[in-house]
């Protein structure tokens, strides 16, 4: 692979034009509000060359290099290397990319890049492995609205990378009509009359808690309905309930990675997850400079 000056491109698998650089730049102005890198500028010689080297210290799912091509190219002077790409799966010991050029700048811009890097491929490694807990199932994996305030794009880009699938956006593409919107609208079907007035368009998910609120959605009209905190037996007949309708539902709450297959069998065609991006741990992810 050719090596290519650090320009901030975007990956081909939908971060939006302009967002690597933007959380570049915020990055960056963060960790250099104080002006300058005291330590690198005292340690390390003006004229010192390097490459540093990207390195995974455990396995998992590469997401976010084009975050760190922005970082480096911010700082400048530097030429940055891909040897994977996002949505990769790399081992323990792989070089995911390389940096080369001034030390300094590579020292300054290692920590805000490494910061993105190793937590939206953490969102992508969990996304994975919750992705591949309901393998065969026929059930989609997606996330929520749960995520960092300035990072949500970028997020929700590390589902999709994960193998994941992304909810709505904001609160303006889908409607969800929740039990706080439900008890202040008198009722499950007078909430959604409500929205279907307003927005008649836009895609309406109604939250349902007992199967009973099911029926009475999907006699209204809703096209999908969120089975929350149920248990497998009402989550099933919940199901059951939808599909006379040709309803698809979605199943919320007290989910986790050990019953994610359980639930899936009920026949659900979504698990909506909050931990994809709220909860993931980061993935280790490592600069090693050779001089």
């Given amino acids: 692979m050719s090596t290519t000056p650090a320009t901030g491109s975007i990956s081909a698998l939908g971060l939006p034009e302009g967002e690597a650089a933007r959380i570049a730049e915020v990055a960056l102005t963060e960790d250099l509000a104080?002006?300058?890198?005291?330590t690198t500028l005292a340690?390390?010689?003006?004229?010192?060359?390097?490459?540093?080297?990207?390195?995974?210290?455990?396995?998992?799912v590469v997401c976010g290099l084009a975050v760190a091509r922005a970082v480096f190219d911010r700082v400048g002077g530097l030429e940055f290397e891909t040897r994977v790409a996002d949505s990769q799966v790399v081992r323990?010991?792989?070089v995911i990319?390389?940096?080369s050029g001034p030390v300094r700048a590579i020292l300054t811009g290692e920590r805000s890049a490494l910061n993105v890097l190793c937590m939206l491929s953490g969102i992508a490694t969990l996304t994975a492995r919750w992705v591949a807990a309901v393998e065969g199932t026929g059930a989609v994996i997606r996330d929520t609205r749960k995520t960092a305030p300035g990072l949500r794009v970028a997020q929700k880009y590390a589902v999709r990378c994960g193998g994941g699938q992304n909810h709505r956006m904001g609160l303006s593409d889908q409607a969800l009509i929740k039990d706080n919107h439900v008890l202040s609208a008198g009722g499950v079907v007078p909430a959604l009359e409500a929205v279907r007035a307003m927005a008649p368009d836009v895609v309406c998910e109604v939250e349902c808690t007992l199967p009973e609120q099911v029926e009475q959605a999907c006699a209204a009209g809703a096209v999908l309905i969120l089975l929350d905190n149920m248990t497998l037996d009402a989550t099933r007949a919940s199901v059951s309930i939808a599909r006379r309708y040709g309803t698809r539902t979605e199943s919320s709450g007290g989910l986790r990675l050990e019953n994610a297959r359980e639930v899936a069998e009920t026949g659900v065609d979504y698990l909506a997850v909050g931990?994809?991006?709220?909860?993931?741990?980061v993935?280790?992810?490592?600069?090693?400079?050779?001089r």
Avoid: K, Q, W, Y
Wanted: without cysteine; glycine residues 14%; charged residues 25%.
């Fill in 43 to 60: 340690t390390i010689a003006e004229d010192a060359v390097g490459v540093g080297e990207l390195v995974a210290r455990a396995d998992g």
């Fill in 283 to 290: 993935l280790d992810i490592a600069l090693d400079l050779r």
């Fill in 275 to 281: 931990a994809l991006t709220h909860s993931a741990p």
């Fill in 97 to 99: 990319a390389t940096v």
């Fill in 34 to 38: 104080g002006g300058v890198d005291i």
């Fill in 92 to 94: 323990r010991g792989d």
